[in-house]
């Protein structure tokens, strides 16, 4: 059997310690048993997935690895043909592979379809799926906190993962303004939402100012903020107010501008991080079986960050 001990795991002799951006892992014993599991991208190199899945695999002591392969976009027809010829076990695909493989898979999870974008190929009865668990991650990260019981929520972006967040908060009941600075990509994901209480519009400072007094939650769903360019925010100072639940999906930094001014203004913060690490627990859950054991998962990533 493969085993991936963590870092917490028995130092041996002749197993190699691999470094980068992943927890430190000693890998021994792969076989011709070992089931294997990808993360496509292009960059992959910075992914933190490696990291926290195989932390999840050294945890629970399985016959698997997961590793990260870079996969150009006009490869990934010939990227999911090695995913069936090779029989990979899973794959999660990340930037910029997510929109094209809808078109690539057996059969499509209503998530994905309504999203758009797959993050998670999986096998059912023979059959490669796609599934995205970005929404549900999302809402994961909400619990135990008031985020769940917000009532309306001003999302801002109107990209792959606005998509996701929106359809998890619609699909609650939860009215949804987005905020883009190309507006009519907001209101198309605003018209495609369940429901007849979203709306799109541009990210003008007024706009912005009127939705944010409105909302009990607010989702940052841009780049805007994250590193290098961690002196931005995609959202005026004074347009947070203590009773806001803030949400930034950037983990990098860890608490972004937009996060230190809610900090700063008693409302309360959460940074993507929590979101990262569950849409990768469902998807190793969808994988094995097994809802792995998410702590240690996030210990992996924040130890990576
Ligand atoms: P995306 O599809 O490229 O969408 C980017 C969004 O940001 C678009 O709405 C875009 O507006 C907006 N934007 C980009 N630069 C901007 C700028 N300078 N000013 C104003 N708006 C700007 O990207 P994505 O996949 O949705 O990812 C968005 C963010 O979420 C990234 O930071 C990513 O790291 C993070 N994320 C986190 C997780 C997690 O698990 N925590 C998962 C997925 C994504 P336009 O439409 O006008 O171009």
Known sequence: MARLRGAAGRAGS??????????????????????VYAVFGCPVEHSLSPAMHNAAIAALGLDC??????????????????VRAMGLAGVNLTIPLKEAAVALVDELSDEAREIGAVNTLFWKDGALCGHSTDGEGFWMS?????????????????????????????????????ANRTPERAREL????PGSHAHGMPAEPEDLARAAAAADL????TSVGM?????????????????????????NPRETLLLRT???????????VDMLVNQGALSFQLWTGIMPPVQVMKAAVTGAL
Do not use: W
Not at 65 to 82: F, Q, S, T
Not at 144 to 172: D, E, H, I, M, Y
Not at 218 to 221: D, E, G, K, Y
Not at 241 to 250: A, Q, W
């Open 142 to 178: 909400l619990e135990g906190t008031p985020g769940q019981s917000a009532k309306r929520a001003l999302v801002l972006g109107a990209g792959g993962a606005s998509r996701a967040v929106c359809f998890a908060l619609a699909r609650r009941g939860i009215e949804v303004t987005i």
């Open 190 to 193: 605003a018209a495609a939402l």
């Open 14 to 35: 002749g197993t190699k310690k691999m470094g980068g951006p992943s927890l430190p892992i000693e890998m021994v014993e792969l076989t011709g048993k070992t089931r």
């Open 218 to 221: 607010i989702v940052n769903c």
């Open 262 to 272: 809610a900090r700063e203004k008693g409302a309360l913060g959460l940074n993507g």
């Open 227 to 251: 590193s290098p360019n961690d002196s931005e925010s995609p959202l005026a100072e004074n347009c947070i107010e203590r009773g806001h639940i803030v949400c930034d999906l950037i983990y």
């Open 65 to 82: 690895v997961y590793v990260p392969l870079r996969v150009e976009p006009a490869d990934l027809p010939a990227a999911i043909g090695g």
